[in-house]
């Protein structure tokens, strides 16, 4: 992709921006798809790429939209090691952004929990 921050920042609400260009983390249970659970797929908010099909999507109790998987490709995975913790940060295969996180505690036969941060995701419906 050849965008750059100019043109994400011209693209993106603040908060989009921090969330998905600075690694930042929007508050738990405020997001606008926590609660979307109409069929579909949800699409990165900084370039539309395709990441996660609804009927992957599970109410995890956390505050922020969760799936047990990612659509074959569209994600990347990275260490992150801030704020004290090991983590493996979810980012945009096609952008770069970032979305969120990935644990290895969801209730599905994946044993994945993608928590992904509502500000990150479009819904587009089928």
């Not at 997001?31 to 069929?39: F, I, K, R, S």
């Not at 995890?60 to 260490?79: K, M, R």
């Not at 940060?89 to 036969?109: I, Q, R």
């Not at 993608?114 to 479009?122: A, D, F, G, K, Q």
Request: net charge negative.
């Amino acid at each position: 992709m050849n965008k750059d921050e100019t043109d994400f920042r011209a693209k993106l609400t603040p908060e989009q921006y921090r969330v998905l260009r600075e690694k930042g983390t929007e508050r738990p249970f405020t997001g606008e798809h926590l609660d979307t659970h109409e069929a579909g797929k949800f699409t990165c908010a900084a370039c539309g790429n395709q990441l996660f099909a609804s009927d992957t999507k599970f109410d995890s109790g956390t505050g922020w939209p969760s799936f047990d998987q990612a659509l074959p490709g569209a994600v990347a995975y990275h260490t992150d090691i801030s704020h004290g913790m090991v983590r493996t940060e979810v980012t945009c295969a096609n952008c770069g952004s970032h979305l969120g996180h990935v644990f290895d505690d969801g209730p599905t036969g994946t044993g994945k929990r993608y928590c992904i941060n509502s500000v990150c995701l479009n819904h587009k419906p089928e």
